[in-house]
């Protein structure tokens, strides 16, 4: 077998060992590469720069651990953002494994950083059971499909819902999305029915798929992948994990464009040899 | 009647939610909440008949000792754990629940998730030719897309504004990338919704004028 | 009296008058004569609290366009709310459904705004609102009492108007070919991946292998599922007439009663009722990366010569594809998400695109009714194309009629 045989049929592991390389060799040395602003999440960060302070924000945590990686630190940049302009958050839950990651983000940035109090500054709502079933309950009344938050306190005790009965009392929603229920289904509720402001980080891979929602201005903006999550943080100023695993997806997608490149051209050599023959 | 009677029920229940989306005045207007409730509920009992569906097939598999039947004793094994840390000390924050779910779910997940960058890169070698001038139009944007929306694109193009006339300041990955992304491709992703969405109407009132029974056993 | 004494008597009058009339009297404040030693040391000087203004002008009506449970209450700010003294902060909204009372708070909202929605009416009751101007020291100051209102339900959305006109004009296409299917025959394209099943399922019964099918990781409200299924019934009569082994992995217990039903059916009908046993689906986890990696494993334990991928899937998709590619099987796969199309194109042999796998259903069964409604789809689209192309052109122009009425 000839080396271009050999190289285009090359054992897939060597391909994986190669990706691995070129995620963890910047991590261990950074090359700060420079993040430039695009204007979906310049025009999120301006959006929430807009509405008054103190005004209140429904975040949705509809992601599990396997996207956490790219929607956890969206989640921390764009929380110490609310935070800093004192809006308050109400968190909720489509997606069962969502409450936790939402827990951990108030206990990093709430209590932690600035200082906010549960039930004043911020709540956990929960997971709320029932897909699209539930946003639209929630829609309609949180006391209703939500009356306990996730430590099971009744949610009429906590200052931060007094007033706050269903998307009609709330300023601005937030979504994060991993799949379904997601963007769509928001946005066909919080927008299409309650006409409310509403902006949503996803992973980079549905990205495409939700950028029309973005283009029409059924959302004020949409922050796609790590990319995103690293750009909030320097709008922010708070450069963190998203800005330093910004270098090792650099690399990597250097080298899938490398992998691309070298296949065509053995194509190529191939095909050649087969129109001589 | 066995079909009959799904078809029967799917046509008013169809029926009565579309009227439901135009009509706010009571009955109708309440009816869409009231189904949501029934949906609900359900959603949350089918779980339990998934749960006794799977430990019967482990428990078989584990009694008849069939090849490989240590990865059930596992499966079984952690749901056991699970449901008891759940039951008997609850999810709150702290518990064994938490503790399990936070060390062994979360990494899992995670790592099946990451498997997904190494999938692409093998597929990416191996499929992604350009066998076709639109293939290789559509192997060019990949590469636009690719570099501009990582940092590594624009470190690689942030000299154009300092050597190109204005006129030419487009010629910057992040900013190609972005054009990609919001006319070409926003295009394309909105004419299949489009037409998913119309596949989904049609089959939708195929379901609910019981002309589309396949999925209940009916020929 | 003596004249003189009169006169300084009237003349000390009219001084007296005089002063007490004049200005420097009337704005002359009495200063308490206080020990400045006594001040440091004790507040004498209490501060009299500045009360906001209240808000003016409130008026409630019916929300519009819904069932009879909400209104909506406006008020004009306080004059002290971004102005003036700038201290409001919050308005409180009370409510009573007697103008004497007694008024309950409903919620409130922040300063700067000067609407509010209560959805927690009952039409048959009558409402009466007051807004409360407040400061962060809790000084408040009441509007007046709003005219006694009831909330009224609607018997039309007329936010939807358009997509009534919008459903109508898809329905009545579609409903008419369904209709007239039955007097001519319709030409359908072929869809490849449709015309590879025979294929597929001749390679596995060959190669003395199983087929692996799996309709997607949604659960049956889905329509990409019921599709999925639908196309399921197909494949599970081929495999029971060849005799070709069948394992059907499902996300969802709803969905795995569903497959197991359709299969039985299947397998009955072609006259193999004895070869179905319930094992052939199996329900393995909701959780998305869990199905993921239980198919994987009965991926590489089993080795499937062909597999089906029909219905919704989301970032599973590649890891279920490529385990696919890699034991060489032959892979079909359809989906309606167009976030996984690029997968499923790159490491399937064939891929149903969107509709194509809502259409499967009826290409297959060649029924002429469900012909007839793709037939109704296509006109329904060329419809939308034509609204498409025209909004284009009016937008260009500057006119924006259509696109605000929709």
Redesign the interface.
């Known amino acids: 077998m000839s080396l271009i045989e050999k190289l285009k049929n ?1 054992d ?1 592991r060597i ?2 060992l ?3 390389l070129s ?1 963890i060799i910047p991590l261990i040395v950074p090359l700060n ?4 602003v ?2 979906p999440v310049q025009a999120t960060y301006d959006y929430v720069e807009s509405i ?1 302070e ?2 209140t924000i429904l975040m949705a945590f509809d992601y ?6 790219e929607l956890y630190p969206m989640s921390i940049a764009f929380m110490r953002h609310c935070f800093r302009k004192n809006h308050k958050i109400i968190a909720v839950s489509i997606w069962p ?1 969502g409450a ?1 990651l939402a ?1 951990d983000a108030f206990n990093q940035v709430g209590e932690g950083e600035y200082g906010k109090v549960y039930g004043i500054d911020f709540v956990n709502l929960g997971f709320v ?3 699209v ?2 946003i ?2 929630l829609a ?2 949180f006391r209703e499909i939500s009356p306990k938050d ?2 099971n306190k009744p949610i009429e005790s906590f200052p931060i819902m ?5 998307f ?2 709330i ?1 601005f929603v937030f979504e994060l999305s ?3 229920p997601g963007i769509p289904e928001w946005v066909m509720i919080v927008y299409g029915r309650h006409k409310k402001p509403m902006a949503s980080g996803c ?7 939700y ?2 929602y973005y ?1 029409s201005g059924q959302l004020k903006g949409l922050l796609g ?1 790590l ?1 995103a999550a ?1 750009e909030y943080e320097v709008l922010i100023g708070m450069p963190e994990k998203a800005v330093s695993g ?2 090792a ?9 490398f ?2 490149i ?3 051209v053995f ?2 050599i191939d095909s050649r040899k087969r129109k001589k023959i | 009647m066995k079909r009959e009677i799904p078809i029967i029920i799917t046509f008013v229940t169809g029926i009565l939610m579309i009227i439901d989306f135009f009509v706010p005045h009571p009955p109708f207007g309440g009816l869409s909440s009231l189904f949501e409730i029934f949906f609900t509920i359900i959603f949350s009992f089918a779980t339990i008949l998934g749960i006794l569906a799977l430990s019967k097939i482990n428990i078989e598999k584990i009694y008849r000792k069939r090849e490989t039947y240590g990865y059930n004793i596992v499966l079984l094994v952690g749901l056991v754990t699970m449901i008891f840390c759940g039951l008997v000390w609850g999810i709150g924050e702290k518990s064994p629940f938490d503790f399990l779910y936070m060390n062994f779910m979360m990494p899992m997940q995670s790592t099946m998730f990451s498997l997904l960058a190494f999938f692409v890169a093998s597929a990416s070698y191996r499929a992604f030719r350009a066998r076709t001038p639109e293939a290789t139009l559509l192997l060019i944007a990949a590469f636009f897309v690719m570099l501009g929306r990582v940092p590594l694109g624009y470190q690689m193009t942030k000299w154009v504004p300092e050597v190109f006339p204005s006129w030419l300041h487009f010629l910057q990955l992040p900013i190609i990338a972005n054009w990609i992304m919001d006319f070409p491709n926003t295009a394309g992703q909105r004419a299949i919704m489009i037409g998913a969405a119309l596949g989904i109407a049609s089959t939708s009132l195929r379901l609910v004028l019981g002309i589309e029974s396949a999925h209940i056993g009916k020929e | 009296m003596d004249m003189t004494k009169k006169v300084l008597v009237v003349f000390l009058s009219i001084v007296t008058l005089f002063l007490g009339n004049s200005a420097i009297c009337q704005d002359a404040e009495i200063i308490p004569v206080v020990d400045e030693t006594a001040l440091q040391d004790s507040n004498l000087i209490e501060e009299i609290p500045l009360l906001p203004q209240p808000p003016g002008n409130i008026y409630v009506t019916d929300s519009p366009n819904d069932g009879g449970k909400s209104l909506t209450i406006k008020w004009e700010k306080s004059p002290d709310d971004g102005d003036g003294l700038n201290s409001v902060v919050e308005y409180e909204i009370l409510r009573a459904e007697d103008m004497k009372g007694p008024f309950e708070s409903i919620g409130s909202t922040t300063a700067g705004k000067h609407e509010f929605i209560d959805s927690t009416c009952n039409r048959k009751n009558t409402y009466y609102f007051k807004v409360v101007a407040k400061t962060p020291e809790k000084f408040k100051a009441e509007s007046g009492i709003s005219e006694g209102i009831s909330p009224v339900a609607q018997w039309f959305d007329r936010t939807r108007l358009s997509m009534l006109i919008a459903v109508i004009i898809v329905v009545s296409s579609i409903g008419f070919f369904l209709f007239r299917a039955k007097k001519e025959e319709l030409y359908i394209r072929k869809i490849a991946g449709l015309e590879a099943i025979d294929e597929a399922v001749g390679r596995a019964t060959e190669m003395g292998r199983s087929i692996l099918y799996i309709p997607g990781i949604m659960d049956m409200d889905d329509i990409q599922t019921i599709a999925g299924i639908a196309i399921l019934g197909s494949i599970a009569k081929k495999t029971a007439q060849y005799e070709t082994g069948l394992n059907v992995p499902v996300s969802r217990s709803v969905v795995m009663t569903a497959c197991q039903e359709i299969v039985k059916e299947s397998y009955t009908n072609v006259g193999h009722a004895d070869a179905y046993y319930p094992e052939m689906v199996r329900y393995l986890t909701d959780d998305q990366f869990g199905f993921a990696a239980g198919v994987d494993g009965i991926l590489l334990r089993e080795k499937p010569a062909a597999c089906f991928y029909l219905g919704k899937f989301y970032a599973e998709s590649l890891i279920l594809a490529e385990t696919g590619f890699s034991i060489q099987a032959i892979q079909i796969a359809g989906t309606a998400e167009s976030s996984q199309l690029p997968f499923f194109v790159t490491a399937c042999d064939y891929t149903l695109i969107g509709e194509e796998l809502f259409a499967a259903s009826a290409y297959l069964s060649q029924d002429p009714k469900m012909l007839g409604s793709l037939k109704g789809q296509d006109i329904a689209k060329a419809i939308i194309i034509f609204f498409i192309t025209f909004g284009i052109i009016l937008e260009s122009f500057g006119i924006h009629w259509l696109s605000n009425w929709l």
Do not use: C, E, W
Not at chain 1, 33 to 36: A, E, H, N, Q, T
Not at chain 1, 162 to 166: A, C, L, M
Not at chain 1, 203 to 209: D, E, H, K, L, R
């Open positions: 090359i897939r391909i994986f190669i990706i691995g995620v590469l420079p993040i430039s695009s204007p008054p103190g005004s599990d651990p396997g996207t956490m990686p494994f936790p827990r059971p029932g897909d079933v539930a639209k309950a309609r009344s996730v430590d007094q007033g706050i009965d269903n009609d009392n300023d991993a799949g379904f992973t980079a891979v549905s990205y495409p798929q950028s029309p283009q992948g990319k690293a910004m270098d997806q650099s690399i990597a997608h250097a080298v899938i464009v992998f691309v070298v296949g065509n194509y190529f």
